[in-house]
Structure formats: C-alpha cells, structure tokens
C-alpha cells in the first residue's frame, strides 16, 4: 500500500534537488547534533516555515525509526489514526512504514487504531518527510493523526505508544507537527506563541492546553505537541529548549497576518 502526496509541488517542490537547494539556500550553521528523544517542527510550505523545521533538523542525530503525530486538518476518519502497512511516496523516493513498531502500537490498548481515510488529504505528516530524508537519509516511520479531544484522551494515547515502544528496545525519535498562531498580527502572534512555547519547555501538556484554550491560542497541533510530551516524560526526557522561532511575516513580508511557527528539542 503506497501513500501517493497530496501537496507536492504546493508546500514543497517534487524533485529531490529542488528540495535540496531549497534546505541549502537556508545557509544552516554547522552544529553539534543533540541525541533528542523528540522534537516539535512545524508544517507549512517551506517558503514560510522551512528554515525552521531544517534548522531543527539539522541539530539533532540521525535517526532510523521515527513515530510522527500530526493533526487532523480535514476531520476524516478515526480520531487517533495510525497508517500501518507500506510506504508514502515522497518526490522519488519510497518512505517506508516501520511495520513492526506500527503493529506493536495496535496491540496496545489505547485509543489509537489503524485508520487510512484519515491521512488521505492531510499535509501535516507529509511536509515533514522530505525535510527528514534530506538529513538523515534513510529511515522507517509511523505516521499518526491526532484529533482535538481531552488531557485524559492525549495521555491514554502517550501511554499506548510508550507500552509499545519500550518493549521494542530501539532508538526512536518522536515527532510532533504543528504551527502555532494563525493570522493574527506579528506582535501578538509573538505574544501568544510565547506562552504556549513555555509550556512546551516546561514539558507541561496539561498546562499547555489550558493556555492554548485559555489565550484562545489557535495552535493546530496541540494534540500530538500533548500527546509527545506525556510520552516523553514516561520515556524520561527532562530538558528542552527552543531552536528557532518565526513567522510567516519574516518571510512574506505581512506582519498584519501571520503564522507562527515553533522549532524545539525535547531531550
């Protein structure tokens, strides 16, 4: 079963050169790479929020097994939906699904189930392969979708994946996709983000979504940014810290409408 794209050519270009020279162009400072158990990237096209999800990047090692939780823009299928089985066509390249990690996952109770009409139209998970290809070159996914539901519900799913992975003993980077504000004013999109970033640092998912909910702070992907902080702090991670942050308007120029995006490691 092969994923076909849905925004190539739209928020990223089809030709793994183009892409390159895209990442390239962004003159990334050689750094050392932190051995991160998770980070928070965001997903729009790369004009707008590529410099920060390759800066990123670029700072943590390598990995080969990589779980990904995105929202659910479109509101199709199941509520937290789990692609299982193949692979997704990335330009040309094949992004295989790690299978093994996908189907110790299902076994798990939780609210998690394996659910394919839920990614057939979203673009949170799939902006993110290429950019991942780029520097890490091969490696296996799983990717999730995650719909707007409670703490309660988030933790449920953290633990499910936690269970799972800490039987399959391997080295797993967790990745939570999201963009911050939408269309607001640059100073106030700053304004908001901030707080919901501090959250994220403090590793509070609890705290997280009462500031989005309180500030009316319209983040995308507090559920898997939720759900990636409950499991990591089960997996141990104590530190994160913020590698870049911008807006839409320190690209195209309008600070009357922005959106922000947010670059962390979680370690």
């Given at each position: 079963m092969i994923r076909k794209p849905v925004v190539e050519g739209q928020f990223y270009p089809k030709k793994i050169n183009e892409i390159a020279t895209i990442i390239e162009n962004f003159r990334l400072k050689q750094s050392s790479r932190t051995n991160a158990r998770g980070i928070v990237m965001p997903h729009a096209g790369y004009i707008y929020s590529g410099r920060v999800a390759a800066t990123t990047v670029n700072q943590v090692q390598p990995k080969k097994k990589i779980i990904?939780?995105?929202p659910n823009h479109s509101g199709h299928g199941k509520n937290f939906a789990l692609w299982a089985k193949g692979s997704w066509k990335i330009s040309d390249n094949n992004v295989k699904i790690d299978e093994t990690i996908a189907q110790s996952i299902l076994k798990e109770d939780g609210l998690i189930e394996e659910d394919y009409g839920a990614h057939e139209f979203e673009h949170s998970i799939e902006v993110q392969l290429p950019i991942l290809h780029y520097f890490f070159k091969e490696f296996e996914f799983v990717p999730i979708t995650c719909k707007l539901s409670t703490l309660n519900n988030y933790r449920q799913c953290a633990n499910q994946i936690f269970q799972a992975v800490k039987k399959i003993k391997e080295d797993i980077l967790l990745i939570a996709s999201t963009d911050m504000t939408h269309y607001q004013a640059d100073a106030r999109a700053r304004s908001k983000d901030r707080l919901a970033i501090e959250k994220i640092i403090d590793l509070d998912d609890d705290g997280l979504l009462k500031i989005v909910?309180?500030?009316?702070?319209?983040?995308?992907?507090?559920?898997?940014?939720?759900?990636?902080?409950?499991?990591?702090?089960?997996?141990?991670?104590?530190?994160?810290?913020?590698?870049?942050?911008?807006?839409?308007g320190d690209t195209g120029g309008d600070k009357e409408s922005v959106v922000g995006y947010a670059g962390i490691i979680i370690q």
């Open positions: 990904i939780l995105g909910a309180k500030e009316n702070i319209s983040m995308c992907g507090a559920a898997p940014t939720a759900i990636l902080i409950a499991c990591l702090k089960q997996m141990g991670a104590r530190k994160a810290q913020v590698t870049l942050y911008q807006t839409s």
